[in-house]
């Protein structure tokens, strides 16, 4: 038997470049705990996650102190029960946030490593219903100081000039006759025949300002979906606005679990759902509810971290999108990875490396790191 031989984690702070604004709040930099199971077959699995803005050391600090005792000395093919065991372990100390999130990035790395060990990328080790790409879409459309309306034409254009046959904006932080003319910028600079995502990062507090939004700033223009219009708290008001709009209401990115999906399922909120494997508990958990998605006729379109994603969406029978940054100045993790996923006609390319195809960088873990590598051995 396969056995997890050291559990090693550190937690890094990748700063962005410029000061990117979403509906309601700024970020300047983001915390990404990492982490590698080494087992005495020779291979070592890596895992992520994204950990906000600040205190990133908590999920790294559940790593180390909860989670690895559990997971030490065990088979890495059985994920399963390892998930299993992990989350009664954490039962008490919060079955969501950084908890889940530490399970999250153990459970991806030990995907990683099983996908390793049979010399197999993990997308074919979960079934491969694509072949060899996956459709994306571009995320972008951040608001930045000084970003004209042209600005946003251009970064748009140039989208649709690399492929892409979707693309994605942030909507919800203006009045509703600027927010009308960033979405007549928008549709203007794609046209008619590319699919544009809004992204309003829970932007309204009601659902009568949303309906106003919605109606006036946004229907007019025909967008595919609209996501997070609320808290994600508010899930009524998720299937409320559903049953008032024609745009399909997409949501479930920060998300932890299978019955917060469920709850959406249930309860209509959601016609796409965004479920990411680095928030709600691994690729284990990810497979468990993108396969109740599909029973209620629910497409998937991960949230975030497309190098890992296209795996999962490659596997889903319901996955319809990967989630693509273009550069780094958002998804500034592609700073530490040593390999970038190759982009061709707006798809992305499905790796033939093992795993889930990268590793870190070393100069660039310690140029971000905020502590070395801490290990727990058998």
Known sequence: ???????????????????????????????????????????????????????????????????????????????????????????????AGAVVRAISAIDIALWDHNAKSVELPLWKLLGGFYKDVVPAYASGGYYLDGKSYDGLAQELTSYVGQGFKA??????????????????????AIGDDVALMLDANNAFQNLETALQYMRRAYEPY??????????????????????RTHVPIATGEIEAGRWRFKELLDKKAAMIIQPDAAVLGGVTEFRRIAATAGSYGISVAPHWFHDLHLHLVAGLPNGTFVEFFPDDQVLSFRRVI?????????????????????????????QYGLDGWESVRA
């Open 167 to 188: 693309v994605k904006i942030k909507v919800g932080r203006l009045s509703i006759s600027e927010e009308a003319e960033r979405m007549r910028v928008a549709r203007a």
């Open 1 to 95: 038997m396969t056995q997890i031989t050291e559990i090693r984690s550190r937690t890094l702070r990748i700063p962005l470049d410029n000061p990117t604004s979403f509906s309601n709040r700024t970020v300047y930099f983001r915390d990404h705990p990492i982490v590698e199971i080494e087992c005495d077959d020779g291979h070592t699995g890596v895992g992520f996650c994204y950990a906000g803005n600040s205190n990133g050391a908590l999920v790294t600090q559940t790593i180390r102190e909860l989670l690895a005792p559990v997971i030490l000395g065990e088979d890495p093919f059985r994920v399963e029960g390892l998930w299993k065991d992990m989350y009664q372990e954490a039962l008490l100390h919060g079955r």
């Open 338 to 366: 040593d390999h970038q996923t190759e982009v061709r006609d707006g798809s992305l390319v499905l790796p033939d490396r093992p795993g889930i195809g990268f590793g870190f960088r070393s100069e660039a873990l310690e």
């Open 222 to 243: 025909d967008p595919y979906w609209m996501e997070e219009p609320f808290s994600p708290d508010e899930i009524d008001m998720h299937g409320e606005l559903a049953s």
